[in-house]
């Protein structure tokens, strides 16, 4: 990768802890982010994928924290920096959009005093200007009648509308990145598709970075760039979109892959990934996937892979890709296929 | 918002009709006769009767009824039977001064209530939150009469800071509003507590957080102005209980207050007088709940009156 890197996670640890229990949420995660390029983090619930998100703003809630590793945006470890620095960061340069339109807006705020904040903030604007700029926003992310959307409140607007209002605050500052954490997930199947859109057009428009999460492959076949699957806190594969879709190599990723039902294909034949995430007080010592892994060996089960890159660009966490595995020569030759 | 507040005042008049009722009706089922009481240990029976006669107690019940409800309607509460002075002149004053002690203690309880809460919310679970809650639950178990006691004990006689009676300069107010006003704050204490950490863990606050803003304007502006609903409601009702509850509070600091007076003429079986101070703090509780849903629109427009 010879582009500029906006963004680069170098093993970053988030644990939750109480009395008598620890939670490594997100444990060692690395990859990193060409500026304007589009990074998938694909995963299911509890994988870790959205603690990485609320990680590089900062943003774990008591009791978790991040306790190791490096997230450097433009050069700068945000680990490190102080509490005012991130803030003027947040919102800024780093804007984050959530999963919940229907919940992530101040009920008791004006539209346009949500969005008049961030200005403010981060650009001292004034009520005058700062409704002028909320009004260029609210056209830029395509609300019609913006003049009187900014004087209406969150419970006057569709869940559609309101993403739009949350993607408006997010880009108020022209951020150079932009994480989305499931932003089409609670949405109506039609207004998904709009919703990416936007986002697709803003970021060319922009030249912004996108850090899109999501559980979806669909979306990330429709948005990414690069891909980052997680699995149990770790990133199990990474590839560009291309090669993942075309040539899975992690066990994992084909299985996500060969789960998503086709309306050319009979339902007989889906295939789910059997069994379920392992709970993260209890992760199992050697590869987290290897006990709903159909090819998995006893090194597998006893030791942890490392991720390596085994082509170019291409990093995967799993032994079969490795000299010391010893399970099914067909798959070792060929990898784990596809089946639609 | 002008429909509904018209509409409120117009319900008005079936919850003071009730209340005219309930009241008129206990004052009348209490055992003991009113024209014996004022006529005095040794009157004669004959001396009685006359008063009986004179105070319409002979009038059959409805009737009796029909003229309690004139005379309010036309705000003329006749005169006392005991004092013989004009209800209105007799409670007036007194009201004043309960009102004024029933709001400041309220705006004491708010004040020292909310700051506690907020406090005991952002620092959840630490030294400083768990001490809040203990002393909100000393402040909630006390009895006021009690801490009044302790209170006077303390300022009043072994230090001689404030006066022990009376009401009316501002020394003599402190003491009492104190008194009167604990359990409130440990009230709205524990309520706002309980009320900012629903609403901190709620997904807007972190939208608040990711846009940069400091962690006071998030609680003060994003997180309190949801969380207060709950509280204005319970310090809306805390009001209506201070009015009536005042009565121990007054006694132990020689306030003439209307608490007093009721309990005066209640065993003086002085009906006019209590039957028009019960009727007046009906009232007044009615309009503090019609501000507290006046204060629900102002604080979350969604909030439909209408």
Same mark, same amino acid.
Request: charged residues 20%.
């Given at each position: 990768?010879?582009?500029?890197?906006?963004?680069?996670?170098?093993?970053?640890?988030?644990? &939750?802890?109480?009395?008598?229990?620890?939670? !490594?949420?997100?444990?060692?995660?690395?990859?990193?982010?060409?500026? @304007?390029?589009?990074?998938?983090?694909?995963?299911?619930?509890?994988?870790?994928?959205?603690? +990485?998100?609320?990680?590089?703003?900062?943003?774990?809630?008591?009791?978790?924290?991040?306790?190791?590793?490096?997230?450097?945006?433009?050069?700068?470890?945000?680990?490190?920096?102080?509490?005012?620095?991130?803030?003027?960061?947040?919102?800024?340069?780093?804007?984050?959009?959530?999963?919940?339109?229907?919940?992530?807006?101040?009920?008791?705020?004006?539209?346009?005093?949500?969005?008049?904040?961030?200005?403010?903030?981060?650009?001292?604007?004034?009520?005058?200007?700062?409704?002028?700029?909320?009004?260029?926003?609210?056209?830029?992310?395509?609300?019609?009648?913006?003049?009187?959307?900014?004087?209406?409140?969150?419970?006057?607007?569709?869940? @559609? =509308? !309101?993403?739009?209002? =949350?993607?408006?605050?997010?880009?108020?500052?022209?951020?150079?990145?932009?994480?989305?954490?499931?932003?089409?997930?609670?949405?109506?199947?039609?207004?998904?598709?709009?919703?990416?859109?936007?986002?697709? $057009?803003?970021?060319?428009?922009?030249?912004?970075?996108?850090?899109?999460?999501?559980?979806?492959?669909?979306?990330?076949?429709?948005?990414?760039?690069?891909?980052?699957?997680?699995?149990?806190?770790?990133?199990?594969?990474?590839?560009?979109?291309?090669?993942?879709?075309?040539?899975?190599?992690?066990?994992?990723?084909?299985?996500?892959?060969?789960?998503?039902?086709?309306?050319?294909?009979?339902?007989?034949?889906?295939?789910? /990934?059997?069994?379920?995430?392992?709970?993260?007080?209890?992760?199992?010592?050697?590869?987290? &996937?290897?006990?709903?892994?159909?090819?998995?060996?006893?090194?597998?089960?006893?030791?942890?892979?490392?991720?390596?890159?085994?082509?170019?660009?291409?990093?995967? $966490?799993?032994? /079969?890709?490795?000299?010391?595995?010893?399970?099914?020569?067909?798959?070792?030759?060929?990898?784990?296929? !596809?089946?639609? | 918002?002008?429909?509904?507040?018209? $509409?409120?005042?117009?319900?008005?008049?079936?919850?003071?009709?009730?209340?005219?009722?309930?009241?008129?009706?206990?004052?009348?089922?209490?055992? %003991?006769?009113?024209?014996?009481?004022?006529?005095?240990?040794?009157?004669?029976?004959?001396?009685?009767?006359?008063?009986?006669?004179?105070?319409?107690?002979?009038?059959?019940?409805?009737?009796?009824?029909?003229?309690?409800?004139?005379?309010?309607?036309?705000?003329?509460?006749? +005169?006392?039977?005991?004092?013989?002075?004009?209800?209105?002149?007799?409670?007036?004053?007194?009201?004043?001064?309960?009102?004024?002690?029933?709001?400041?203690?309220?705006?004491?309880?708010?004040?020292?209530? *909310?700051?506690?809460?907020?406090?005991?919310?952002? $620092?959840?679970?630490? *030294?400083?939150?768990?001490?809040?809650?203990?002393?909100?639950?000393? %402040?909630?178990?006390?009895?006021?009469?009690?801490?009044?006691?302790?209170?006077?004990?303390?300022?009043?006689?072994?230090?001689?800071? *404030?006066?022990?009676?009376?009401?009316?300069?501002?020394?003599?107010?402190?003491?009492?509003?104190?008194?009167?006003?604990?359990?409130?704050?440990?009230?709205?204490?524990?309520?706002?507590?309980?009320?900012?950490?629903?609403?901190?863990?709620?997904?807007?606050?972190?939208?608040?957080?990711?846009?940069?803003?400091?962690? @006071?304007?998030?609680?003060?502006?994003?997180?309190?102005?949801?969380?207060?609903?709950?509280?204005? +409601?319970?310090?809306?009702?805390?009001?209506?209980?201070?009015?009536? %509850?005042?009565? *121990?509070?007054?006694?132990?600091?020689?306030?003439?207050?209307?608490?007093?007076?009721?309990?005066?003429?209640?065993?003086? !079986?002085?009906?006019?007088?209590?039957?028009?101070?019960?009727?007046?703090?009906?009232?007044?509780?009615?309009?503090?709940?019609?501000?507290?849903?006046?204060?629900?629109? &102002?604080?979350?427009?969604?909030?439909?009156?209408?």
């Amino acid at each position: 990768m010879s582009e500029e890197i906006i963004l680069d996670i170098k093993n970053l640890q988030t644990v &939750f802890r109480d009395e008598d229990s620890e939670v !490594r949420a997100v444990d060692g995660v690395s990859f990193s982010l060409p500026k @304007g390029k589009t990074l998938g983090v694909v995963g299911e619930s509890g994988s870790g994928k959205s603690v +990485t998100a609320l990680s590089i703003l900062r943003l774990i809630d008591h009791p978790g924290k991040v306790e190791g590793g490096e997230i450097n945006f433009k050069g700068k470890d945000l680990t490190k920096i102080s509490d005012k620095e991130m803030r003027s960061i947040r919102g800024n340069q780093i804007s984050m959009i959530f999963q919940e339109p229907m919940t992530s807006l101040n009920p008791v705020y004006t539209i346009g005093q949500q969005i008049r904040e961030t200005l403010k903030v981060h650009q001292g604007l004034g009520k005058q200007s700062g409704n002028e700029k909320s009004v260029e926003l609210l056209k830029l992310v395509g609300i019609p009648s913006p003049e009187d959307r900014i004087k209406q409140y969150p419970h006057e607007l569709s869940g @559609g =509308m !309101r993403q739009r209002v =949350m993607i408006a605050i997010a880009l108020a500052c022209n951020p150079e990145l932009l994480i989305a954490d499931e932003p089409t997930t609670a949405l109506d199947v039609t207004i998904q598709a709009q919703i990416l859109e936007l986002i697709n $057009r803003l970021q060319d428009e922009m030249g912004m970075s996108v850090i899109m999460i999501t559980h979806d492959m669909g979306v990330v076949a429709e948005t990414c760039d690069y891909v980052a699957v997680m699995y149990g806190g770790k990133v199990v594969e990474y590839a560009d979109v291309k090669t993942l879709f075309k040539d899975p190599k992690h066990p994992y990723t084909v299985g996500l892959l060969n789960s998503i039902p086709r309306h050319d294909i009979d339902v007989d034949e889906l295939e789910p /990934i059997r069994g379920s995430v392992p709970s993260p007080k209890d992760m199992p010592k050697g590869c987290r &996937f290897a006990s709903r892994c159909p090819f998995a060996t006893d090194l597998c089960v006893e030791e942890l892979p490392s991720l390596d890159e085994i082509e170019d660009g291409n990093e995967v $966490r799993c032994w /079969i890709y490795s000299d010391r595995w010893d399970g099914d020569p067909e798959v070792k030759e060929h990898g784990p296929k !596809r089946t639609s | 918002m002008f429909k509904f507040v018209v $509409r409120r005042l117009f319900q008005l008049i079936p919850v003071l009709l009730g209340v005219s009722i309930l009241v008129f009706a206990m004052m009348h089922l209490t055992p %003991g006769n009113p024209a014996k009481i004022l006529a005095g240990q040794g009157a004669s029976a004959e001396a009685v009767a006359n008063m009986e006669e004179e105070m319409g107690l002979n009038d059959p019940i409805i009737v009796q009824y029909g003229n309690f409800l004139y005379d309010a309607v036309t705000l003329n509460f006749g +005169t006392s039977w005991k004092s013989g002075l004009e209800v209105s002149k007799e409670i007036g004053p007194k009201f004043v001064v309960t009102v004024e002690l029933a709001l400041y203690s309220t705006m004491l309880s708010l004040f020292i209530g *909310l700051i506690a809460g907020i406090v005991s919310a952002v $620092r959840k679970y630490t *030294l400083l939150d768990v001490s809040i809650m203990i002393i909100a639950l000393f %402040g909630l178990s006390m009895p006021n009469f009690w801490l009044g006691i302790m209170l006077m004990q303390w300022f009043s006689i072994q230090l001689g800071w *404030l006066p022990a009676t009376g009401w009316g300069t501002p020394e003599q107010i402190i003491l009492p509003v104190i008194t009167l006003g604990t359990a409130g704050a440990a009230v709205v204490a524990r309520m706002t507590r309980s009320s900012m950490l629903d609403v901190i863990s709620q997904d807007y606050i972190r939208t608040a957080r990711a846009k940069g803003l400091k962690e @006071g304007i998030v609680i003060y502006r994003h997180a309190l102005k949801n969380a207060l609903i709950p509280v204005v +409601t319970v310090v809306g009702l805390q009001f209506g209980l201070l009015l009536s %509850g005042a009565v *121990l509070t007054e006694t132990v600091f020689a306030i003439n207050g209307i608490g007093g007076l009721i309990v005066d003429r209640i065993n003086a !079986r002085d009906f006019p007088v209590v039957q028009a101070s019960v009727l007046v703090m009906a009232v007044v509780f009615v309009f503090v709940n019609l501000l507290v849903d006046l204060t629900y629109k &102002f604080l979350n427009k969604r909030i439909d009156l209408d």
